[in-house]
C-alpha cells in the first residue's frame, strides 16, 4: 500500500490506523532497554546537555537525597528503554554506500502491522508522568504500546498521519511502573522534489 | 557550575508565579549532534547526516527528541536544585526543526504554584526557540521544591 498516491484517496489508505485507536499493539511482553542505567553511561547524556547535578554524578549526594545510587536524568527515560542496534549473530550494515541504513533499527516505524508503509518517521511530541527516579543499576522497559490517536495529515514534508501511543515505564526487578510515556509520530512518505499538489 | 548549584538550594517560599528562569543556549554544531545521538541512542540519520535529513524534506539535520527534551530538563534542573523533583512533562511539542548552524535557546517562567497537588508544586512553561521562532512547546514541566523548615505550609 502507498500512503503517496496521486488522487485523494492517500487518506483513505489510513482508516484500518484511526479505526483501531484504543488497541494495544504489544505481544504483552515488555521491551527493555538494551543495558541497565549505568553511571558512565548517565556521564556521557549529560555531556551534550551541559547538565550540571550532582544527584546523577556523585553517589555520595545521591544517597543523601535518599537514592541508592546516582539517578538517570527523568528525560533519559527513552534511551534507556531502547532496545539493542545490534546483538551477536547479527549483521547490522550490509551496504557501504555512504548514506546506507543499518539492516534493522530499533528506532523506526516498520513494525506497524497497519496502514501505509511509510519512508519518513520523525517524533512531534512526547508526554510524561514520573512516579519516581530511575537509578543506576536498575533496567527498564516499556510495558505496553497502546494506540491512542491517528490523524492523516499532508504537511510540508509529506503525506502521513500523526500517531499517538501509550506506554507505562517498568522496571525489570519488579515491573514497577516508574513513569508513564505518550509519544507522538508523525509517519510519511515524503514529497518528491519539485512535486506539486 | 550551573545557575542552580550556584545559588544553592531554592525553597518553596522563594517562588513567585510569573517568575523567569535562567534561559539556557544550545548553539547547534554537527559535534553537539553527534555526541548527543551517540549518547542518547537516536541514531536516526536525520539527526546527523544533511543529504539523508534533506530527502526527508527537512532542511538540515536537527536536534533529536532525547535532546530536546534534555534541554527541558536542564533548565528546570538548574532552577530546582538537587532536592527538587520534576513530576511531568506536557506540551512537548516540536513545531519546527532545531536544526544544525543555528542556536536554540531554551526560555522558562513560573506559571503557577500550588500546595493542592502535595506541598511546593510548581507549574513551569517551558519552550525552545532558534532564528526562526518557537520550536518546542510551550509546555509544562511540573516539579516540586522543597519547603523551609519553618513553612506555613508545613514541612515535607
Redesign the interface.
Known sequence: MNSAGENGDWQAAWKPVVDAVGRDFSDGTTVFG?DPVERG?IR??L?????????HTDPA?ARA?GFADVTM????L??WT?PP?WEPGQTLFDSAE??A??VH?P?NNQDMPLGPRT????????????LR?VVAGERVGRSGRRLVDCVPKET???RGAFLTWESDIVTEADGEVVARIRT?TYA?E??PKGAVR | MTAGRAAGQRRFEDVREGEELPSVAYPLPVYRLVMAAGSNRDFNSIHHNTDYARATGAPEMYANTSLLLGMWERIVRDWIGPAGTIRGIRGFRMRAFNVVGDTTWVHARVVSVTTEDGPGTVDIEVRCENSAGVTVGPGTVRATLPLRADSAYGTD
Open positions: 538494551a553511561a556521557r547524556f555531556e551534550p546537555l551541559e547538565l550540571d547535578c550532582a544527584l549526594v537525597h536524568p527523568y528525560t533519559g527513552i534511551t531502547i542496534m555512504r548514506d541504513q543499518p533499527s528506532i519512508t519518513g518517521f520523525f517524533a512531534t511530541g512526547i508526554e510524561f508522568d514520573f527516579p510540508s514534508v509529506g507522538s510519511y515524503p514529497t
